[in-house]
Structures are given as C-alpha cells and as structure tokens.
C-alpha cells in the first residue's frame, strides 16, 4: 500500500488522471460524512439528555410515577448533574468571553482558508502563503484558548468530567472538537510547507482542497457546539 510520500510524489509527477482524482475526491467525502455522524451521536446525546431524560425525571407527561417514586424533590433545569447531583455544585461555561472569543477565531479562519484557496487558484504564492499561514495561526489560538478554559473550568467552576450529564457532554463534544481542530491545523501545516516547496496548480490541488473542507466541516460542528452547548 502506499504512503502519503508516494502519493504525494505521483501527484505532482502527473501520474494521476481523473478518475483517480474523483476517487480520492469521493474518499474525501465519506470521510467527512463519517466525521458528520461521529458529532451527530454526541448532539444526539446532549438532545436525549436535555430533551427526554431530564423531563421524564422531573415528572412531566406521562412521566409523572417516574419523578414521585425515584426523585420527587427532582427538578427539571438545564444544565443539571442529574437527581442525585453528581460531582456536586458546579457553574456553567457560559457563551461569552472565550467561547466567543473562539468562534470568531474559527470563523476568521475559514475566511483565510478560502482567501489562500483563491490565491492558489490564481497562483499567487504570496497570498496563499499568507493565508495558510494566518489559518493555522488561528487554529493553534483557538486551541490554546480552549485549553485555558478547560483549567478554568476544572479549578474555577468544578465543571469535570464526572459532573454528571452536562460535564460528561461537554467535554465529549468540546473535547473531541478540539482534537479536530489540532488535527486540522497540522494538516493544514504540511500544506504550507508543501506550498513553499512548490507544490500544486491552480487547476490540480485537491490535496489543499481536502484539508480545506475539513477546516471548514470544523467551523460548521463549532457553530453547532457555540449554540447548544454554550448558548442555549
């Protein structure tokens, strides 16, 4: 099987036709759409457990026997750490200050991406330089913010992993978010240093264009965590 050196090296010799080209196109694709459904199971959860789970337990509906049985003192309110509070009190991460600060980051960053995609198609090295540059540098902010906030929320807020519900969904979604994030900004560098050697054509780069969807599918699963884990 073969390496990315080796891919890389048939690419830029011209070994590669079309089809070649709409089958790593079509890899690309079902790639992210497993990423898609990936986050789509955690959004699931955080919608069963804020949705469903907690309703049921505070009583409401047909629920009623439920919450007079197991938890009648039980309330239904969001965020909560479950009927028995689990992990203890805990302060909620809320959506101004660095997660704000961060999808402004992550929105940039995909302006930059595109602007440096532009540059590429024009073949303008020194704008596409630029811009990839400037992407992977908001990248690497936006995760060092988020790793801030994270000790701020585990010494600060006593917001942890084992704080039931809304703790363990948090920082499943945002977790793995932020893995991404990492992974695509060291994608993103190997581009960079791929450019600076000289690499790609205005009309033959679907090596940038793949990290550039996956830069973009994470702005989109950010926007999605901006709103119902921090906002909402």
């Not at 891919?7 to 010799?13: A, C, D, Q, T, Y």
């Not at 011209?14 to 690309?28: E, K």
């Not at 505070?58 to 039980?74: M, R």
């Not at 940039?108 to 590429?120: E, M, R």
């Amino acid at each position: 099987m073969c390496g990315f050196p080796e891919v890389i090296s048939e690419s830029e010799g011209g070994i590669y036709n079309a089809q070649v080209d709409i089958s790593f196109r079509w890899g690309m694709v079902w790639f992210i759409f497993s990423e898609v459904m990936f986050f789509a199971a955690f959004f699931g959860a955080l919608y069963y457990a804020r949705e469903l789970s907690l309703p049921w337990l505070g009583g409401e509906g047909y629920k009623t026997t439920t919450n007079i049985v197991l938890w009648p003192q039980f309330e239904t309110i969001w965020p909560s750490n479950g009927p028995t509070n689990t992990g203890g009190d805990f302060t909620v991460m809320r959506a101004g200050g660095i997660p704000a600060i961060n999808t402004l980051l992550l929105l940039t960053s995909g302006l930059t991406v595109t602007y440096a995609h532009h540059a590429l198609k024009k073949q303008d090295r020194k704008n596409l330089i630029i811009g990839l540059a400037a992407t992977i540098a908001l990248g690497f902010i936006f995760v060092g913010f988020q790793a801030y906030e994270y000790m701020h929320a585990y010494s600060d807020l006593n917001l942890k992993m084992t704080t039931g519900i809304y703790g363990s969904t948090f920082y499943m979604l945002t977790g793995f978010h932020g893995f991404h994030v990492t992974l695509g900004a060291i994608m993103l560098t190997v581009i960079l240093f791929r450019c600076m050697k000289g690499h790609f054509a205005g009309d033959n780069h679907f090596g940038f264009e793949a990290v550039a969807w996956y830069w973009h599918f994470v702005d989109v699963v950010w926007l999605g965590l901006f709103v119902f884990v921090y906002w909402l």
